[in-house]
């Protein structure tokens, strides 16, 4: 752990990170508390039948990304009077590595719901073969520079696999050796202007890159989704901006999601920046309008819309 203060490390295990090896986390989602405890699953379950209870939500660059975005969750450097350098990683540890941590680390959350009398004992039993590896957790993962191997590495294990990139590295994406399951590219402005005010970038060109990375999309075989972290008052205009960047890029889904007001984003912004669900809606109803896109799901709790041209979303069993 020689890359980042220590300090900074202390700070994300009491944020219940499950550091793995340099510069790898696995945190528990809330919604494998919920599914466990309460039957109540994520949207990515309702939505593409991805099991909430058998998905690892981990990261192999947690430390490190390209952007600072005001409604993220994570820890940013500045944030606890900490600093480190962001946008590089120093060295990598393997594919292998980061894949065994990580389904350690899983076994390691899961172990506290043994004694809790409410907790599903089948779903308990299912939940210690995890199945999915939602890559999604901080940072950007584009900086990890053998992401197509990590990702090998959980398929050859029976794990499907999520993809979330903000879309600044657009090389990375162009020479992955293995496609995820699903490619999610953040999409969280309709414009340079309103992109370097919410989405922060710390590299040269981020805006000029996204985009390039919206030209690539098309060429990739697996699902593709847009998803919009949706800010009040911040970046829910210019519907028509938004609408030219999805049709350049022909993605398979288009996610408006209502930004959560948690983690260290609550240090940059309050609890009014929270869109409601009927807010969502009406704009994935005005995103729909411009684009042809359809709603064809929606979920409450997480205030998130799926438009797609398809009538029903891919599902995937990763059971």
């Known amino acids: 752990m020689s890359f980042v203060p220590t300090s900074l490390i202390e700070a994300l295990k009491k944020h219940r990170y499950h550091i793995v090896g340099e510069h790898s986390a696995v945190k528990r989602c809330r919604w494998l508390y919920e599914t466990l405890v309460h039957d109540r699953p994520c949207y990515k379950q309702k939505f593409y039948g991805i099991k909430t209870h058998q998905c690892i939500q981990m990261t192999p660059s947690l430390f490190y990304c390209t952007q600072q975005c005001l409604f993220c969750w994570r820890v940013q450097s500045g944030d606890l009077q900490v600093s480190w350098e962001e946008t590089k990683l120093p060295k990598w540890d393997s594919p ?22 409410k907790t599903n004992s089948q779903k308990f039993r299912e939940a210690l073969r995890p199945k999915h590896a939602a890559i999604s957790l901080t940072g950007e993962p584009t900086l990890y520079e053998p992401l197509g191997e990590l990702i090998q590495a959980f398929h050859k294990r029976g794990f499907t696999t999520f993809l979330v990139s903000n879309g600044t590295v ?11 399951t699903q490619l999610y590219i953040s999409v969280c402005a309709s414009n340079k202007e309103t992109y370097k005010k919410v989405c922060r970038p710390l590299i040269q060109n981020a805006w000029e890159k996204l985009n390039e990375t919206l030209e690539l999309l098309p060429s990739f075989r697996c699902p593709t989704v847009i998803r919009i972290t949706a800010v009040r008052g911040l970046n829910m205009g210019d519907v028509e901006g938004y609408a030219k960047l999805i049709e350049k890029a022909n993605p398979t889904y288009v996610e408006p999601k209502a930004y959560m007001y948690v983690g260290f984003s609550r240090l940059r912004l309050g609890y009014e920046s929270m869109p409601s669900h009927r807010e969502i809606c009406d704009f994935a109803l005005q995103l729909a309008r411009e684009t042809g896109y359809n709603i064809v799901d929606e979920s409450e709790e997480s ?14 069993s990763n059971s």
Not at 303 to 316: D, G, M, T
């Open 303 to 316: 205030r998130v819309v799926l438009l797609s041209r398809l009538e029903k979303p891919i599902k995937f």
């Open 96 to 117: 292998e590595k980061i894949v065994e941590g990580s389904i350690k680390a899983q076994l390691d959350i899961l172990s506290g719901y043994k004694g809790n009398p």
């Open 170 to 180: 657009p090389s990375a994406l162009a020479r992955l050796s293995k496609e995820p």
